[in-house]
Each structure stands twice: as C-alpha cells, then as structure tokens.
C-alpha cells in the first residue's frame, strides 16, 4: 500500500548517504485503503469565513469543503487560526462575513440540526476527571440526544474500540495523556456524527498513542463520516489526510492532495545545497535559472527545485559545478514542509 | 408542536446538567466539610451562645413546691403556674430549682372565708439569682389569674363561695379579654437555634452556592467542558438552567440535612409550616444558585472567587441578620439588610420559625427573593460565557 521507497539522499563531496524519511512517502489517494469519491457531496462547506479580533484578522476570506469519507486536513503552525475556523465550523463563533454550510444548509439557519450533524472533538481535554470513562461518555451521549439506554449501550460499544474497557470504571482523572485523549475523542462519537471536527487532537502524547488514535480516525472515515483535522504535525496531515488545507496568519494558502501540494513546487526533486551562500546570486549563475527554481536562501542553505524530467546526477553534478564553496547536498521529494516553506518563507517546525 | 419538542428536549438536557453536577459534587468529598459539617457545627455552637429563655433548647425554670394546703386552692395555684411556663418541682428534685413557693396549710380555707393569706416565695441553696426575677413574674401573673378567677365566681354567684368544680370550669373558659403582654407589642427576638438553624442555613447556602457556583463554571471555562457543551445541541437556556438546577439540588440537600437535624436534635418546631420554610429556602437557593453562576461568568479568574465569594457572603450574612437579630441593630443597618436576598430570608424564616407565622405572614418576603431570584437568574443568563 504505501510506497515502499522512501528516499532521502545525503550528498557529502565524495560520499553517498541514503537516509529514510517520513517525509519522503510519497503516498497518493489510494494508498489509504480507498480511493475518495470527488463526486461525493460536500457534508461540510465554508465559504469566504472572516473573522476578526479587533485589529488581528484571525480568519481572513477561507473556503473550502469536506465530503464524506474524506479527512481534510487544515495544516499550520499555531495561531495560524486553525482553531478560529473550527470554532466557526461547530457554532462557537460566529463568523463576521461567509457562510459554514452543513449538509446543504447555513449553519445558523439551524444550528441544533448542524450540530446533531456534527461531532467536535476539542483541542484540551474537555472531560469530567471525577467521573470515570463510561460516566464521561454517557453523558456527552445523553448531551448529544441519546437515551439514557442507548448512551449506555454504546459507551460500552466505544470503550471496547478504544481499547479502555478495563479502564472504563476508573475516575478519567486517573488515566494517562493518551487514555484521555482517547476518551476525549469517543465522547464526540456518542451519537455516531456524519461529519467529524477534530482539532489537534493528539498534542502532547506519546507516539504510540497517537498512532492508536490516527488508525482510529482512519477507520471513521472509511465508514463513511467527513472528518475535518487540525493540525500542526506534517506527519499527521501526509499520511492521514487525503486533501490539506495549508494555513497562516489566518489564509488559505494552498489546497489539495500531498501529491498536488508537491508538484507546486516544480518538480519531483528539491535540492538542499549547505555551504557559504552568503554573497551567491543564484540568479546569475550560468544555466541554473533554466533547470532550477529557488524555494528558499539564506547565508548558509539554498533549497532548490529541480524543474521538468532531469537525471538528478546531472543535476547533483551541476549544483557541485556552482560557483560557490559547497558542503553538502542534500537531495529528496518534497515534503509540506517545503511547501509551506515555499508558501510563507520559513519553515512549519520554526 | 416542534418548538414544543424543543423545549422538552431542553428541559431534558438542563436536568441531566444539573443531576451531572450533583453527582461531581458528591464525588468532592472534601466540599463535605463546607456543606454540611461546619454549618451544623455552627448552628448547634451559635445557638447556645444566642439562647434566650423562648429557645426551644432554653428549660423551663424550676420552681420548687411546698404545698401544705389540704385544699383544692392550693392545686389551682400550681395548675396557674404550671399554665405560665413554670416546671414544678418537689424535694427530690430540689437542685434544679431556681426558687421556692411554700402554700401554707389554710390557704383554700382563709380564702374562702375571704381572710387576707400569704404564700411563701423563697430562695433555694445554691441557686444563683439570674433567673429569680422570671419565676417571680410568673408567680405574680399565677396570683393575678387565681385572683381573677375568684373575682369573676364572686360576680357571677354574688358572693358564694366557690368550689373547685366551679372555679376550673372558669380555668377552662376562653378569658374575655386577653391581653399578649410577652412581647410588650414587639416582634420577639429570635434567640437561640430558632436564630442560629434559620441564620447558618441562609449563610451556608449563599455562601456554598456562591462558591461552588461560581468556582465550577469558572472551572468548565477552563478546561473547556463548557465550549463543549455549547457545540452539541444544547441551547444556551437549557445549559444556565441545568448550572442553576444543580446548585439548588446541592442547595436542597443542606437545606434537608440542617432542617431535619433543627428538628429532630435541636428541637426546632416547624409543625405545620413545613410547606412554607421549604418554599422560601428553595426560593432563596434559587437567588443565591444564581449569583453563583452568575459570578463564574463574569469573573474568569478561578482563584479570585473562592475569596469575591467570602467577600460576598460573609458581609451578607451578618448584614441580612444570620449571625444576630436585625432587632438588636441601628435602624440605617436594617435598612440595608432589606437591600439585600439574606436580609428578606431571614424575615421570612423568623416570620415562619420564630413567630409562628403562615405562609399569609411570609409571602411579602417570599415575593421579594422571588423578584432578587428572576434578577439575578436574568443576569446570570445574559453574561453567561462559554
């Protein structure tokens, strides 16, 4: 299913290094089990969304749509305004201009039917300490309309999926980060929501609880339900969700799959050329503009894309030809990190 | 018929909130202390240092007896003194008196032949004097009545002497005049638990209800429960009602704790007024339920309310009369103790407690938390923030 070839290349003058990468996957829509539907009709669409904190725009004109089955993934660093958008997403502010449409129908038209639509599972972990697991989750199912019975009934369906049964009549208070986190989410799963709201749902805990929580999500959208994903990790955004939606300081600036997001940047090859870029004109150096283009400089780093089908040991050889004292090339597919890099000038991670 | 299903819907959802929260309440057993130990500590502790002679927890003063009389008027006497709120004692019983009254051996018979006698009024050892002054103005009120009952025979059989049958069927009748000189007029002054179980309950509620009120929402704002709340189908009316529905369900168990411990252990009497004590304290829990909430919206930093609430309640309290009776302040300060929710509660609750008084008597007062509640339940509803 995944691209077995991940590749990433260390270039030393005279040395050869082949490292793995996360970043280097290269995975398409069908390496998730499933090919999304396009045609499949958008349970979750927001348009021209403005909001505004006095002078800070915190959400500036964003559009974009969830369908069903799909996991959309809203990526940014923080304060990008990724929480802003999903707080208007799920009703919690009201947008100054723009329109969340929820199943074909304004939000504020009916926010009750939105929210019955929707599950929201927040950024901090909004749950009772004193009470336990199955206590937590009846009462957000019984919150979310559920009879008492059925809350009952499918508290217990949920804490056996979330592996916590034999948690489930200890007070949450007494649970680990991860334990929490998984709680936290089954809460908003209660009434079985048709469109998913998860803002950065697996910050602050371990790896392996993480990928216990992302392998759930996955399952979710696989069953049909439209999951909207905040995050800031570029590992959870390439391998989680099948669009992305890159944001900061409140835009949209680019949209669509990981595949679509890297062939912004030109080409299949970026170059990391270290070394003392202080003075260096790229752009005066002979043939470099016609196969190259910059994604960024600075004194010591140069990242370039390689444009078109070219061989890249014609290109390493180029790069080592330039007129410049080089220390290392680094060759390798780009990741969102260089989109975004592309995108704003510096890097997710900063 | 679809806004119908809403409102139930709604409703459905604030008693869940509110049977929620009791439960978490119930969970903190630390809150215990605050709840329900130190207002019955309180209460029991106030209520000896306010007692009064009307105290429920106040004996009747004893009155030791030497009735030599072998005649049926020195038995009416003592059935007069027992009629005024006198314990009479005989020997064995000598060390609780607090005086003596010895009826000499021809008191029926010189009274009959209406020859002047005398009865004897003295000093038992080792009994202080603190108390002789109340049992002499017993005795003199007993004389008073004994004499009248005499009088009135004498009217009625012109001059007959009368006989014991005679005179307790005049004991019997309903007096033509009567006049309620206990008082001189006023109010009485609530003394004792009837002070302290009414004063400790307004005081704990508003201030328990104060806190918790204010802490936990200012606590859900924090963690996020109540952003929560607000994106599931809950509307902004259903989750203030369930927050205020809670604290009155926490308000109802204090209020049940402490009303049947006055009763049973105290010895409060509220027979007959059950209906009216219980309806002015739901109405008072509904008041302070809603400050409660109303504090945890507008103050957002959670470690300044525990103390704004004591700044709150604890003035309130001794303003609105919890911890003395407003009869015994400057008129300008039972003026402002009708400023404010403790100062109605506590005339409603000696109007109910103390006085005797029906639901007739305490309505006024009733009407007036009716209109603090509504106040305060607005505001908490308008500044209400998730």
Redesign the interface.
């Known amino acids: 299913m995944l691209s077995t070839g991940p590749w990433q290349t260390g270039l030393i003058p005279g040395r050869v290094l082949f490292l793995p990468s996360v970043e280097a996957l290269n995975l398409q829509d069908s390496d998730f089990g499933f090919r999304i539907s396009h045609a499949a009709m958008p349970l979750l669409k927001a348009h021209q969304l403005l909001k505004r904190f006095g002078e800070i725009c915190a959400v500036n004109l964003i559009n974009f749509e969830v369908r069903e089955g799909e996991i959309y993934g809203l990526l940014g660093p923080n304060g990008a305004g990724k929480t802003t958008t999903i707080s208007m997403v ?3 502010l009201k947008p100054d201009a723009g329109e969340v449409v929820v199943e074909g129908l304004n939000f504020w038209s009916d926010p ?1 039917r939105a ?2 639509i ?1 599950g ?1 599972v ?7 300490d ?2 336990s697991g199955r ?1 937590n989750l009846e ?2 199912g ?4 559920l009879t008492a019975p059925t809350a009952r009934d499918r508290a217990g369906e949920l804490l056996e999926s979330l592996s916590l049964a034999d948690r489930a009549q200890d ?1 949450v208070g007494t649970y680990s980060g991860g334990m929490k986190r998984r709680i936290n989410l089954g ?1 908003a799963l209660l009434h079985r929501p048709r469109l998913l709201l998860l803002d950065e749902p697996t910050v602050g805990i371990d790896p392996q609880a993480r990928l216990r929580i992302l392998e759930f999500i996955r399952g979710l959208a696989t069953d049909g339900t439209a999951i909207l994903y905040t995050t800031h990790y570029l590992e959870e955004a390439e391998t989680l969700c099948q669009r992305i939606g890159i944001i900061d300081h409140g835009q949209l600036l680019a949209e669509g799959t990981l595949s679509e997001l890297q062939r912004r940047l030109g080409g299949s090859q970026l170059f990391v050329i270290d070394g003392e870029l202080k003075d260096a004109t790229p752009e005066e150096w002979l043939g470099f503009r016609d196969r190259f283009r910059v994604i960024q400089k600075s004194d010591h780093q140069l990242v370039a894309s390689a444009g078109g089908e070219c061989d890249p040991a014609d290109c390493l050889k180029q790069l080592l030809a330039l007129p410049v004292r080089v220390q290392n090339v680094t060759l390798k597919r780009p990741s969102l990190n260089d989109v975004f890099l592309q995108l704003t000038g510096r890097e997710l991670r900063e | 018929m679809r806004a119908g299903m ?1 409102i139930l ?1 709604g409703m459905k ?1 604030a008693l ?2 509110g049977h ?1 929260d009791l ?2 309440f119930f ?2 057993r630390a809150w215990y202390v605050w709840l329900f130990i130190m207002p019955l500590a309180f209460t029991y502790f106030m209520g000896f240092a306010v007692q009064g002679p009307g105290s429920p927890g106040a004996p009747q003063l004893g009155l030791l007896i030497e009735n030599e009389d072998p005649g049926f008027l020195g038995g009416i006497l003592l059935q007069e003194l027992g009629e005024q709120g006198l314990r009479l004692l005989g020997p064995t019983n000598r060390n609780e008196a607090k005086r003596g009254l010895k009826i000499p051996p021809d008191f029926t018979e010189r009274v009959l032949k209406k020859e002047k006698t005398s009865v004897g009024f003295f000093t038992v050892s080792g009994s202080g004097d603190e108390a002789a002054a109340l049992v002499e103005v017993r005795l003199v009120r007993a004389l008073i009545a004994l004499h009248g009952h005499l009088v009135e025979h004498a009217l009625a059989t012109a001059g007959q002497p009368p006989s014991e049958d005679a005179l307790r069927d005049l004991m019997r009748r309903e007096n033509p005049v009567v006049l309620d000189s206990k008082y001189a007029g006023r109010k009485p002054i609530p003394t004792g638990f009837n002070l302290s179980l009414p004063g400790n309950l307004v005081m704990y509620l508003m201030m328990n209800l104060l806190i918790f009120g204010g802490a936990t929402v200012a606590a859900e704002r924090r ?3 109540l ?9 902004r009316a259903a989750l203030v009602t369930g927050k205020i529905y809670g604290l009155m369900l926490l308000g109802c168990a204090q209020i049940a704790l402490l009303l049947a411990v006055g009763r049973v252990l105290l010895g409060v009497d509220m027979s007959g007024r059950w209906f009216s004590i219980l309806v002015t304290l739901l109405v008072y829990a509904w008041v302070a339920a809603s400050l409660g909430v109303l504090i945890g919206s507008v103050v957002t930093a959670e470690e300044k309310i525990i103390g704004l609430c004591l700044l709150l309640s604890l003035p309130m309290a001794a303003l609105g009369g919890c911890w003395w009776p407003l009869e015994i302040v400057p008129v300008p300060l039972q003026i402002v103790a009708h400023l404010i929710p403790t100062g109605w509660a506590m005339d409603a609750l000696h109007q109910l407690i103390s006085f005797g008084g029906g639901f007739a008597q305490a309505k006024e007062e009733i009407g007036v938390l009716l209109l603090f509640g509504a106040a305060a339940n607005f505001a908490a509803a308008k500044c209400f923030r ?1």
């Open positions: 799920c009703g919690l009750q929210r019955r929707m929201v927040p950024q901090e972990v909004a749950l009772y004193e009470l206590e009462f957000w019984r919150m979310a309309g007070a809460c | 809403r819907a959802r869940d909130i929620n439960r978490i969970r903190q963690s996020g429960v952003r929560r709340l607000a994106v599931h189908p809950v509307s998730c």
